[in-house]
């Protein structure tokens, strides 16, 4: 058995030449959540559990705030592989619908990647990917490419016990640090900054790329 990889250190990150931080961005509320909140065990939540009502709608009111703020659109959006955060992702940064005559370019839409490196370790049901093919049907705007067989058998099931939070920081930062090089490596050699937005429905990922990869304390 492999030994557990120590956490990387900030200085292992190579410079991202051309390339604006990263911009995090969670899901909305999920039909886990819901559950959760009824008083039901989350080992009965519902698998790779989709957004909400409310879920939506926050994600909606997500690109309305963009819209208004004047903020240019993302270049490339990248979404972890659970249903929530590519409904989010969609939800939030597919251009809106515009009232123009026949003549007017509609807005293009930044493509949509998913990356298994979004993710942390499932605790359970609902943190259990879907299968790609599955995706790849319901999300046909969303590039399932890195999104392997051998990603999905590693997240589609969850241990008993779950793992503690502190157990998992290590492999947090690892992808974190891995999703970086990612970045650097196919939207660093280009001729400006590329805008690109992060979309994660695990908060224990966020916390550990903000703080471990990007130096940034919440």
């Known amino acids: 058995m492999d ?50 009502e409310l879920g939506e709608r926050q994600a909606r009111d997500a690109a309305s705030l963009l819209e208004s703020s004047g903020s240019p659109p993302p270049d490339f959006v990248y979404t972890s592989p659970l249903r929530r955060a590519i409904q989010t992702s969609l939800l939030a940064f597919s251009p809106p619908p515009r009232l123009a005559g026949p003549s007017a370019n509609p807005p293009s839409a930044p493509p949509f990647v998913c990356s298994p490196l979004l993710t942390e370790a499932a605790l359970g049901p609902a943190d259990c990917a879907s299968a790609p093919a599955a995706l790849a049907s319901a999300y046909p705007s969303v590039d399932f490419t890195s999104y392997s067989a051998d990603c999905h058998a590693a997240l589609s099931s969850f241990p008993s016990p779950p793992p503690t939070l502190e157990s998992t920081k290590p492999d947090l930062i690892k992808r974190g640090d891995e999703f970086l090089r990612h970045l650097s490596a196919t939207h660093g050699g280009g001729g400006g900054a590329a805008a690109v937005v992060a979309v994660s429905s695990h908060s224990q990922w966020l916390q550990g790329f903000a703080a471990g990869c990007l130096g940034v304390e919440e």
């Open 3 to 52: 030994a557990e990889p120590s956490a990387p250190s900030l200085a292992r990150v190579p410079p991202l030449p051309l390339l604006s931080p990263p911009r995090l961005h969670p899901d909305g509320e999920g039909l886990h959540n819901v559950h959760a909140s009824s008083g039901l065990p989350d080992s009965t939540a519902p698998r790779d559990a989709a957004l909400s």
